[in-house]
């Protein structure tokens, strides 16, 4: 673990703890403000909600409703040494209509970024019109 400065509303700017992911075993719980930093994604943890790293080193983040910022200490605990968490509710209808817009915005930027790769309209030259042409005909 490390300690970082990182900037949350309404705080401002705190210390934060930065957590290999891969480093803690499933049932730890990482209370916010915190950082779980993997090979291929980073996780912010915000004051007022835990980080609980699960099987697979996945994490499933649950609501505490505390706001509060600097924890002492290397502010991991056991699953079983928190309690009171807010549960948080999901409406599935809202969360499959949401998925769905981020996957069409997502594959919507792949296709821009394979556009731009060639060359096609960004007038980087290569392959389709867009480019400054010049020489004879």
Known sequence: MTTTSAFFEPLGRQP??????GSLSPGHVVPGPALLID???TVVVEPGWA???TGGHNVRMEATGEQQG???GDGVMEEDGVGGGAAVECDPVRLAIF???FMGIA???GRTLQVG???EGWGVGGGGGGGVRGGRR
């Open 70 to 72: 600097g924890q002492q």
């Open 51 to 53: 980080a609980h790293v």
């Open 107 to 109: 594959e919507q930027m």
């Open 16 to 21: 934060t703890p930065a957590y290999d992911l």
């Open 39 to 41: 090979a291929i994604s």
């Open 117 to 119: 790769a060639r060359g």
């Open 99 to 101: 998925s769905h817009r």
